[in-house]
Each structure stands twice: as structure tokens, then as C-alpha cells.
């Protein structure tokens, strides 16, 4: 197998599935199968859990006709859940069972979600080793924002009082061990409750063994993400040696880092997402 061109790790919300509907778009999608196709590895990893990636993903990707020798895989839930999708769809689901958090947090979210914040949010179901709340998609974001800076508070106050160490914007309170091993996690569009030692940083090394594991690994790499934790990917291959560049594809200015930071002038989320994918696809093809 010959070296790859380029490495791509991807985050899914934002880059990939848009913001808004949750869905990807079938242009993307194409461009994604080019990419396989020029023989570069693709990575996705996420937060999103398997069953979410794997049909809004993974599935419409394999029903088109996955290319020969496609090296794709799916790190999920920041870490802690990860699959390989080949011709005939996704392979096992791997589940790191000491990430997952307390069924506690499962409850507390869904009384909470019962009790007066479901006119702004869902629970999602599908996580294995995470807790999380999704908002509606047919409620305006600046509600959603609102109840949601609510339900963080009152999540955080439950889940402390039931002895639990948990950490939320930098505050930490820890558990009757003395211990923190806890975090909540507000994005755009959920909050996760997840162990702290998951994130993107470990997703990244995840995809890392995946690869290993199935060709040589890629030199050069891009990572893309609309989130500041996204970095994380990053930092993490930066760190290892490897020459990446970071596509910035959020709405907020670009972090500083000592490795390329790029935008896309002109667009946000799976609209810049697409255009950077398609350069991509057009340069390599």
C-alpha cells in the first residue's frame, strides 16, 4: 500500500452534518468517497455516538459505493466508542466501558428533560459511554441557548448532590472521594456529560491505532472541526511530530497555534466544511 497523500480527521457536527438540520449533504458525502478513492485516510471523530454517525454518515457513504482499499473509520463519543466501516457497511462497535459515566447521570438527565426542559431539548438515547441532551431542531437556537445555560446549572447541582465529582466552566466540585472525574460539556447544539479523560485529544489517538492497524500512516494531515475543543486534534498530532494544518470552519475568529490555522472566507460549519472537502478532492483527484 503506497503512503497516503493526506490524513483527514473530521469532526461530524458542524463540518460534516450541518448545525441546523443534522444531516449531511450529498455533495459533501460524494466529495468524502473522491477522497477514499485518492487513497486518503479518513477519520471521523466525534461525539456524536455510532448509531448517529453511522446512519447519517457511514450508511449513505457505503450505499454509494465505498472505493477499493477505503481506509474509513468513526471514533465516536470523543473516545470512547469506535468502528470501521468497509463495502458492506460498519464492523463491530467498540465500546471503552471505563469511560462510561454513572447510569445517575442517564437518570438525572432524563427527570430534568421530563420536568420542564423538554420544550428545548431531547435526550439522546444512542451514547454508550456518555450522557447527552440534544436541542430540538424545531425550536429557534436562541431559546434553545437560554434554557440550555439553565439546565447546565441545575444538571450541575444534581449530579454534585448525588456525590458525584463534576466539572462545568472551570469550576470543579469534587465527588465523596475527594475525586473530579466528571465533566459537563455545553456545545452549540448538546451538553455531554463524559469522563474528562475523553475528548478530541483522544479521539486523535485513537484513529491513530485504527490506522495503524490498516495501511501506513499519513505524514501530512488536516484536521476540521467548528469548536475550540477541536483543536484538540490538533495539538495532539502536532505534538506527536506530525505535519497538520487545522481548518477552523466555526463562526468564531481563529485560535493561534503553532502549526497553520485555516478558515474558509466567507462560510461557517458544513458549508465550509464542503468547500474545504472539495478543494481537497479537486487537488488530489
Request: with cysteine; aromatic share 4%; net charge negative.
Amino acid at each position: 500500500m503506497s503512503m497516503p497523500p493526506l490524513g483527514l480527521l473530521l469532526d461530524v457536527d458542524g463540518p460534516v452534518a450541518s448545525p441546523i438540520t443534522r444531516t449531511a449533504a450529498p455533495a459533501l458525502l460524494e466529495d468524502l468517497r473522491r477522497l477514499l478513492a485518492a487513497g486518503v485516510p479518513v477519520v471521523l471523530n466525534t461525539g456524536r455516538s455510532a448509531a448517529f454517525v453511522g446512519e447519517r454518515v457511514l450508511r449513505p457513504l457505503v450505499a454509494a459505493g465505498l472505493p477499493d482499499g477505503a481506509r474509513l473509520h468513526a471514533v465516536c463519543e470523543k473516545g470512547g466508542v469506535w468502528t470501521t466501516a468497509g463495502r458492506d457497511g460498519a464492523a463491530e462497535v467498540h465500546v471503552d466501558a471505563a469511560l462510561a459515566v454513572p447510569e445517575i447521570c442517564r437518570d438525572v438527565l432524563a427527570e430534568l428533560v421530563g420536568n420542564g426542559y423538554g420544550d428545548a431539548m431531547f435526550v439522546d438515547a444512542t451514547k454508550r459511554t456518555m450522557a447527552t441532551v440534544e436541542a430540538r431542531t424545531d425550536v429557534p437556537a436562541e431559546f434553545y441557548a437560554e434554557r440550555q445555560r439553565a439546565f447546565d446549572t441545575d444538571l450541575a447541582a444534581r449530579l454534585a448532590a448525588a456525590g458525584l465529582g463534576v466539572r462545568l466552566h472551570g469550576r470543579s466540585v469534587p465527588g465523596a472521594d475527594g475525586r473530579t472525574p466528571w465533566r459537563i460539556d455545553p456545545s452549540v447544539i448538546a451538553t455531554d456529560v463524559e469522563s474528562v479523560r475523553a475528548g478530541k485529544a483522544l479521539g486523535a489517538r485513537r484513529a491513530l491505532n485504527l490506522l495503524r492497524a490498516d495501511g501506513p500512516l499519513p505524514t501530512t494531515w488536516h484536521t476540521v472541526g467548528d469548536s475550540r475543543s477541536d483543536y484538540g486534534m490538533a495539538d495532539e498530532l502536532h505534538a506527536l511530530g506530525a505535519e497538520v494544518t487545522h481548518v477552523d470552519v466555526g463562526p468564531q475568529p481563529p485560535l493561534r497555534r503553532p502549526y497553520p490555522v485555516r478558515t474558509v472566507p466567507g462560510a461557517s460549519y458544513d458549508a465550509a466544511g464542503g468547500e474545504h472537502l472539495r478543494a481537497l478532492a479537486e487537488r488530489l483527484t
